[in-house]
């Protein structure tokens, strides 16, 4: 039998997996080499068997230190956001302060406790009115550590530098003292003067309400059935979606839009206290630097 002459088809075919596997066995080389690369610089590690103990040391130590600067601020519990509504945008951290941080305010602010008032849209000046029946205070921003340590979680909670947030105020209503609902975005052009609109709120409860005292939105969109203790709500927190006070709590809602519109949606109101004392502190935080 006459054995057929390899054609240069053939030949083309083996000189293409040739080149094929040239191809892959540069890749391959070129890969080692980054692998060594980031080895060399530290940025990739492989894991090492031996290593465990070493690494479970560095974890409790890490642990320690956690509880040590918990213990510092006093124990906050555990901590999660909860997102409570897209219009407005409102959330709640829950556990943001300390029992020891909330006593702290009130035996600070107790002393200095006043009338409140509310802000005049055609003058911007403070006036007394029977829509707030609170009393209350403000504590200087960066006034001492505990403040400052406050007003530093409450920026990182935001994204908004501290040095765009108001003094804290500290706010007790006693039964029947309530907030009608009201807008903390300013409509006059007095009070945007300094650090322009109020852009957010942060309201901490520094108490437990035993009944009543929701902070309630009537404008909000949602379902506001939905929230597992809506039978305990008062008739006032039944008329919109709300948030019972508990003591180291700390709602945000935001008066603005993301497009740097008023949010009409952000109105809000403190309702009546029907049994026991609610104590709050609110910081409000403005679109440029508030200077005190």
């Not at 000046?125 to 001492?144: A, I, N, P, W």
């Not at 105020?169 to 039964?175: C, G, K, N």
């Not at 939905?226 to 180291?248: A, D, Q």
């Not at 740097?260 to 403005?286: E, F």
Request: aromatic share 10%.
């Amino acid at each position: 039998m006459m054995m057929k002459a390899k054609g240069p088809r053939h030949s083309r075919l083996q000189s293409k997996r040739s080149s094929s596997a040239t191809l892959v066995l540069a890749m391959l080389l070129m890969l080692s080499f980054v692998l060594l690369l980031l080895l060399a610089l530290g940025i990739f590690s492989l894991p090492i068997v031996s290593d465990a103990p070493s690494k479970a040391n560095d974890l409790a130590s890490f642990a320690r230190k956690a509880v040590t600067r918990s213990g510092e601020l006093g124990q906050r519990g555990d901590q999660w956001t909860e997102v409570i509504s897209w219009e407005p945008r409102a959330f709640v951290h829950h556990n943001f302060l300390s029992k020891e941080e909330c006593d702290y305010l009130i035996d600070l602010a107790k002393p200095h406790m006043e009338k409140s008032t509310v802000v005049d849209s055609g003058t911007g000046q403070s006036k007394d009115s029977r829509v707030r029946t609170s009393s209350g205070t403000f504590l200087k921003r960066g006034r001492d550590k505990v403040i400052r340590n406050i007003e530093k979680r409450i920026a990182d909670f935001t994204f908004i530098p501290v040095e765009h947030g108001e003094g804290l105020q500290v706010l007790h209503y006693e039964v029947g003292q309530k907030y009608e609902p009201h807008f903390d975005y300013f409509q006059d052009e007095f009070n945007t003067q300094n650090g322009g609109q109020r852009i957010a709120t942060v309201l901490m409860y520094l108490s437990d309400v035993e009944e009543g005292g929701e902070t309630v939105f009537p404008a909000a969109v949602g379902n506001f059935s939905s929230v597992p203790w809506y039978n305990e709500l008062s008739e006032c927190g039944k008329k919109g979606l709300s948030v019972k006070p508990k003591m180291g709590d700390a709602l945000l809602f935001w008066s603005m839009k993301p497009d740097a519109s008023l949010d009409p949606s952000s109105l809000h109101g403190g309702c009546p206290v029907i049994k026991g004392n609610k104590w709050s502190s609110t910081k409000w935080v403005r679109v440029n630097e508030y200077k005190i």
